[in-house]
């Protein structure tokens, strides 16, 4: 069976949901940047390797960078995860990672990048918003969409409602992607494009509204 890393640096919802999908997969570790990442107790209960590469313990992004790659690299995984792992890497690190890392993002992408995303949709006025799974490239949420789901925006929405609905559709794109790319339905083409093998499609690349209710 396949093996997979997940990075987290706080609550670890989208990892609790990894983890409790039923998916061909073996979780080898949980690994955060912070020692206080409250999902890592999560993971250590349920009989996960845990371990903390703590960056403020290193003077550099490539210093910082090599000794997680290094972590990562003890339990072989052929998939790396980001689940909300909150630290920009270094294109040395994604390269070395290439086609086998990925990241979701609380936004449509390529809209709203970066922090704050629900309150920078609610300030935009956008009516539908939502959350990507992507490849990791250089750039800061960028790279190849795999899955995305997207989530009304609704009239009395608030950061924190917005938030919620959209973190409900993460927990089910997340899980759903990770399924695609272990079992081959799913990998990064030479163009950079993604490519789909056969079931994936049916999975719907974007979810709608509708569907979700
Ligand atoms: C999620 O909204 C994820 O999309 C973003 O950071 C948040 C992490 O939440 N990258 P959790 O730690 O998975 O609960």
Redesign the pocket.
Known sequence: MKSIVIL?????????AIVEATLPVRIAAVISNRTDAQ?LRYAADRGIATAVVDHTMFATRDAFDTELAGAINRYHPSLVV?????RVLTPGFVDKFHGRLI????SLLPAFTGLHTHERALECGVQLHG?SVHFVTPGLDHGPIIIQAAVPVLPDDNAATL?AR??RQ?HVVYPRAISWLVEGKVSLGASGRVNYHGAAMDGGILISPREQE
């Open positions: 987290i640096s706080g609550r670890g919802s989208n990892m609790q999902g980001l689940a909300g792992f909150m990241n979701i993002h609380p959350c938030a959209v973190l993460e």
